[in-house]
């Protein structure tokens, strides 16, 4: 490409300070060094967690910052020694890496990675320098992706090459928000044919965990959620029943027992509050019940629980974004949307020009929207 080894000049959404709207600026891109690919986004689809972000609520983030994680494109340009990728093939930027060397990578059972963000952070490239400067400032990576750029720079490790024929503006969904919730169904639960299942929030992850139940064949499917508006999205998606916990006077995990009898076999926590998560814990079956822990918490918070919830047999876990490992695994799940195996279209309820990014927040905190693609 004519632009290989320059500097680009670009839009991209920043955010300087924390609590403040994004703002939309031109900005320097510089080309990608040794290891490192350059992308040019086509979509990026707004998930809950650059919300959190915004907020100032992720301690490991430095501002400004360009936030975005779940993207697609195209490489415009690589830097010396890649060899996975070339220009021209469309990508998957990963906000959970696989370097491929570590333990955790070389472990079969393991989607961490040494290099993630919870072992160091990623607010700059590996090399300790940023690729981003906007009038005059250096402007932080957020996870190494920052898809909220028109062009970005990715280690390779943080890259998946995907199949020439998937639409960018539908699969974006797949680089975080779908992936974690499909995934913590199917690998963290291993959810069984003919069980039951309690899913806690009904965003685009909490739904697509819907998703993952109704795949994995679970005979009852019970949706929790305090806005019965993503009800009817739930029910179309795979969900058997309903429940809002502010129809009830007793606490949740109690009304889910009774539903069920003992509780349910699995429980899915997709929101991110401490409340929730114990909720989750308690309503599924004493002995053999898994509950899975999907929702990030907000930095810092504490979670305090009776421990003979956990004595008398329940299992609970966290997921990472629905333990793929990424660069072998998101391929393979773009393979499968192309296929038919599953419709994540379904959760993108809207879709907007990049310069409305702030529209498109207002409509997530408003509980509007599941997914909303901005497109560059």
């Known amino acids: 490409m004519a632009t290989a080894g320059k500097v680009i000049r670009c839009r991209a959404a920043v955010a300087w300070a924390p609590g403040k709207p994004l703002s939309v600026e031109e900005v320097e891109v510089a080309p990608p060094k040794a290891g490192e690919v350059r992308i040019k ?57 696989q370097c491929g060397e570590c333990s955790f990578c070389q472990n079969p059972e393991s989607n961490y990675c040494q290099k993630t963000h919870f072992s160091e952070p990623q607010n700059l490239l590996p090399d300790k320098t940023s690729r981003f400067t906007c009038k005059g400032k250096q402007i932080h990576h957020y996870l190494w992706i920052s898809t909220f750029a028109e062009y970005t720079v990715v280690p390779e490790y943080a890259v998946a090459k995907i199949d020439a024929a998937a639409p960018l503006d539908k699969v974006c969904l797949i680089a975080c928000g779908f992936s974690t919730g499909y995934g913590a169904a199917i690998n963290t639960a291993k959810v069984k044919p003919g069980s039951t299942c309690a899913i806690f929030g009904l965003g685009g992850v909490g739904l697509s965990v819907v998703m993952g139940c109704k795949a ?43 539903m069920t009898g003992q509780g349910v076999d699995y429980s899915f926590e997709a929101i991110g509050h401490a409340d929730t998560m114990i909720a989750a814990l308690a309503s599924c079956n004493a002995s053999t019940g898994v509950c899975v822990m999907v929702g990030e918490l907000d930095s810092g918070a504490k979670i305090s629980t009776d421990p003979v919830l956990l004595l008398t047999g329940r299992t609970w876990k966290g997921t990472l974004l629905g333990g793929w490992k990424t660069r072998e695994c998101i391929p393979k799940l773009v393979s499968s949307y192309l296929e038919g195996k599953f419709n994540s279209d379904l959760l993108i309820t809207h879709t907007l020009p990049f310069a409305k990014v702030n529209e498109g927040f207002e409509l997530l905190r408003a509980g509007k929207s599941i997914r909303t693609v901005l497109l560059f």
């Open 41 to 97: 986004i086509v979509a990026t689809s707004i998930c809950h967690t650059d919300d959190h972000v915004l907020k100032g609520s992720l301690q490991k983030v430095e501002f400004p910052v360009i936030p975005g994680h779940e993207g697609a494109g195209i490489v415009e340009s690589i830097g010396q020694g890649v060899t996975s990728v070339k220009p021209g093939d469309k990508v998957i930027p990963l906000c959970l890496p």
């Open 216 to 258: 994995a064949g679970a005979a009852r499917i019970i949706a929790v959620d305090i806005n019965k508006d993503k009800f009817a999205k739930a029910r179309e998606l795979g969900a058997t029943d309903c429940i809002n916990p502010q129809d009830f006077k007793k606490p949740i995990q109690e009304v889910l027992t009774e």
